[in-house]
């Protein structure tokens, strides 16, 4: 029974967690989506063309508004890269894209508390200066080639077929005016949902572990392992062992932060959660990725210098915000625990479920079954932009005609 009852609290715990995330998940893929439905991806590539500090800003702000599943992100990385997008610049639009994305710090904002928002949108500007610097500085002619030779073999990943596709509205008109046309609307029903698709075995798998840990694991562990009640030693530990908590957790991209909220409340410094959270890039799997993708030699290097700039963006993060008085007490720090009520969470809940429910039935209708089963697909996968989207759309149009009739 003692048993049952442990794993119902992990259960309930989880529950708690995710009820307190459902609508601004849904809330940051509809923005995703709504920006990734009238941006082509060619687009971005033309504006990745060096590594000069303003491209860097805009691969950066390219990468916030696409897609937060790590997998995709690298995916879609290697692919601009193999485009002719600079090297530094993809690596940029990758770590925003998993770390500086609307769905992370309204999450962390719910979950943790506004300054790990602040955190996050501070150290990762800086985490991206500094892997720039560092690529500068040791990357190596010969080591890129070999990359690209690499990458441009085609050799798949994960999540290819999801990175190769671009679903976005081609035409003339206004934002607007393309946005809100019917082929818009199927065009962000199709990223929404592919969205979810790519980042929900993470984000069960973040939210379990965090709900088991959270109701099995002692805080007295998490204290001692973190050198809580030492400050200065804590404060150094932290930035540098959160990367390899996450290394060895195989959860990465939004199904991390669940995990921190343990984790801070167990005693990580306020730089180790930023640090952990950044690492969703270093987990093994997508180690083994990035080996794929670029050869041995250039994931052992792309290991290195990301645990660098994670840790030292860790640093950077604990001494500003520590000197502004921005890191709130961990004393109270609490694990959501309160299962569903009558509050406004649960009622912007219900009204963000009925709008993804209503982009869940778009995407059906118009042919979003078929690219479901192409996600994991060729990373040399037909383009699934504007005009696709609007034979879609015509077939919707046609079959409840026919319907109708």
Known sequence: MSALHALLHALSITGSMTWAITWALILGFLLSAIVQAVVRKDTVVRLMGDDRPRTLAVSSLLGMASSSCSYAAVALARSLFRKGADFTAAMAFEIASTNLVVELGVILALLMGWQFTLAEFTGGPIMIVLLAVLFRLTLRGRLLREAREQADRGVAGSMEGHAAMDMSVSGEGSFWRRLLSRRGYTSVSHVFVMEWAAILRDLVIG????????????????????????????????????????????????????????????????????????????????????????GTRMAIYLAGTFYLAMVAAGYAVELLFGGLGLIPDQADARIPMEGISWNYTTYLNIAFLLLAAALLIRFFRTGGRGMLAMMGGSPDAPDHGGTDHGAMDHHSMSHEGHQHH
């Open 207 to 294: 939210l379990l572990v965090a709900g088991a840990i959270a109701a099995w694991v002692p805080d007295s562990f998490w204290q001692h392992f973190f050198f809580d009640g030492h400050p200065l030693l804590s404060k150094i530990w932290g930035p540098l062992i959160g990367p390899i908590v996450a290394l060895v957790s195989f959860v990465c991209s939004i199904g991390n932060v669940p995990l921190a909220v343990v984790l801070w409340k167990g005693g990580i410094s306020f730089g180790g959660v930023v640090a952990f959270i950044f690492a969703d890039l270093l987990i093994l799997p997508i180690l083994n990725i990035y080996r794929k993708y670029y």
